[in-house]
């Protein structure tokens, strides 16, 4: 079993729509969750961090962590074709490990 | 304020020579990571240092792989000799650790694309 587990898609969803894209990870001691995007070419850029339970609302993305399911979502409303992206999951592992997942191509069709 | 910066940002070179990539980390941060990022592995971590000292370098994949943190504000890869399936790639990462619990963003830099041929 991978660490962190992502669909690699792509996702397709079409301008205006919600995007919802998924991660599970196995190490039940993490404790700091990040999502980062990546466009082609381009280095990984931070979204959004999560640390507690529950949602996290940042403009446009939601973060929802459930640590108890070891699950962690990114929703994007109102989704841009600028969102066309790499959508790349970060789990902690132990004091400084951060594992990424192989990440998620989202495709928003104007 | 500048962020991570690495050079050089593309490099072609010739199996069995050697390949220097060097970072700089965002100022005043104390954890320095070294990623390899390939379509089929996706990111993969090489080694970590935290205040200059590396702490774990299990993910450095052969001994052609070596790095150095001489100071705080400079790092180094080295691949000798190189193989084209060295071929990728690699990013380097700072981030502030202040210790146990929670952890602090990684900022990336914009990678250095290494192709040998």
């Known amino acids: 079993q991978k660490e962190v587990e992502q669909n690699s898609g792509p996702l397709s969803v079409p301008e205006g729509a919600i995007a919802s894209l998924n991660c599970t990870y196995s190490d039940r001691g993490s404790q700091s969750f990040f999502w980062y995007r990546q466009y082609s070419g381009k280095s990984p850029e931070l979204i959004m961090s999560i640390y507690s339970n529950g949602d996290k609302e940042d403009g446009r993305f939601t973060a929802q962590l459930n640590k108890a399911s070891q699950y962690v979502s990114l929703l994007i409303r109102d989704s841009q074709p600028s969102d066309s992206a790499t959508y790349l999951c970060a789990v902690t592992l132990g004091t400084y490990k951060y594992i990424f997942g192989t990440g998620t191509r989202l495709k928003v069709l104007a | 304020d500048a962020g991570v910066i690495q050079s050089p940002r593309h490099e072609v070179t010739e199996m069995g020579q050697e390949v220097t990539l060097r970072c700089k980390p965002i100022s005043g941060h104390n954890s320095l990571f070294w990623y390899r990022q390939t379509m089929m592995r996706g990111l993969e971590l090489l080694i970590y240092?935290?205040?200059?000292?590396?702490?774990?370098d299990s993910g450095m994949p052969e001994d052609r792989f070596s790095a150095k943190m001489p100071n705080a504000s400079f790092s180094t890869l080295k691949i000798q000799p190189s193989e084209p399936r060295d071929s990728a790639v690699y990013f380097c990462a700072s981030s502030l650790n202040g210790g146990q619990g929670r952890r602090e963003t990684q900022y990336f830099g914009p990678g250095t694309r290494l192709l040998v041929l």
């Open positions: 240092f935290n205040n200059n000292v590396p702490i774990d």
